[in-house]
């Protein structure tokens, strides 16, 4: 190499160099000001409130916020984040477009797709947040049941449909929904699931579904693009032979995984129903179950997704609420998340060897129509 030559190679590295040192101090300038805007927001999160040490972990995560970043975190408890859905879609109808009532949402399925359809999502902003860096990539954390998140909503954890069963009183659990039957008919009034369209409960007819179907890649379709009557016969099958043996003859099902719990604990249930791999350690752990309490999963796999943060369009404290997702994603808040004394819930990010974090072999979810089909089909059925 000549001289010549030689300058203008270490000229152009040297300019590489400065183009980078320029773009990533401009990105720790962005999120700076980012942070800086966030400063003395008040973020509304709609969040689920039907759980105590969830809804505790919000208010430890409340208070992190306000003391390092002076962003005030507030839970607004919702029963069914489709109600924050259908607000939001009423403020855009309206013309509602800033200083909306809502600055964060957890979602994942069927909601997400809805409002990224109805252009009810700010972003993306996903890649803007720093701790998308230590983010797991191997989870599925950019598809949302099979919905390309497309940086509009941030990864919070990992959810598994299981079950819990007391050893003492159920030493060997079935695994399948096959033996899950068997066991009902061996012992008729003990066995039951939350009624749909409870979270729980729609998860317990998608799985089933997927193992007694003949068709189970039609549920990674859209449901209008299959025979539905023909690919969910077997399920009606199924339970109209469960229902006839089960807790109070089908005539009534659990409201949702807390109370199958304390039916477990009461001696009124032999399986309890939660998603969360961790759930029957945490259980424990909060004196819900007794120290035999063991979760378990089916052969075919626990039915996994995960669940997300997002922020709505119109949402007046964007700054506060990626502050909020961010740290939400931390490593510092993510160890605490999956502490079974805490929460127990499955990191989405990598944390070091020594962590402890429980998860089954993966079933991926169906394709989000199929939720709102499989419980329209149920009421009609069943519901009472």
Excluded: C
């Excluded at 109209?240 to 477990?264: C, K, M, N, Y």
């Amino acid at each position: 190499m000549t001289m010549k030559h030689w300058i203008a190679a270490l000229t152009l590295a040297i300019a590489s160099t400065a183009s980078f040192t320029a773009s990533a101090s401009a990105e720790n300038n962005s999120w700076e000001r980012i942070e800086q805007q966030a400063k003395g927001q008040t973020v509304y999160f709609n969040a689920w409130g039907g759980n105590q040490e969830i809804n505790a972990y919000l208010r430890w995560a409340s208070r992190e916020l306000q003391r390092d970043y002076g962003v005030t975190l507030k839970h607004v408890k919702v029963a069914d984040i489709a109600e924050t859905v259908n607000r939001l879609l009423a403020e855009k109808t309206a013309g509602k477009d800033s200083g909306g009532s809502v600055d964060m949402v957890w979602i994942n399925g069927e909601n997400f797709k809805s409002m990224k359809e109805n252009d009810l999502l700010y972003g993306p902003f996903v890649s803007t947040l720093p701790n998308w860096e230590i983010v797991d990539k191997s989870l599925p954390v950019e598809e949302d049941f099979t919905e390309p998140t497309d940086g509009l909503e941030a990864p919070w954890g990992v959810g598994q449909l299981v079950f819990i069963h007391d050893q003492k009183t159920l030493a060997n659990p079935p695994r399948s929904f096959a033996e899950l039957l068997d066991l009902a008919k061996a012992f008729p009034g003990r066995i039951s699931y939350p009624k749909p369209p409870e979270f729980h409960g729609t998860s317990f007819l998608k799985a089933a579904l997927l193992e007694l179907t003949g068709s189970p890649e039609a549920l990674y379709l859209p449901v209008d693009e299959v025979d539905f009557d023909t690919v969910t016969a077997p399920l009606w099958r199924y339970l109209d032979q469960l229902h006839q043996v089960a807790w109070r003859e089908g005539a009534q099902f659990p409201s949702g995984s807390a109370e199958t719990i304390q039916l477990l604990d009461d001696g009124e249930l032999l399986v309890a129903i939660a998603f969360n791999p961790n759930a029957a350690k945490a259980a424990v752990a909060s004196g819900k179950l007794a120290p035999s309490a063991r979760a378990f999963a089916f052969d075919q796999g626990a039915l996994s997704n995960i669940h997300f943060m997002a922020i709505p369009y119109n949402a007046n404290a964007k700054a506060g609420a990626m502050v909020a997702i961010n740290f939400l994603m931390s490593e510092k808040a993510q160890l605490r998340k999956a502490d079974t004394q805490v929460w127990g819930d499955p990191p989405v990010v990598k944390l070091p060897d020594t962590a402890e974090v429980s998860r089954f072999n993966t079933q991926p979810e169906p394709h989000p129509s199929w939720q709102t089909a499989l419980e329209r089909a149920w009421l009609k059925r069943y519901g009472q």
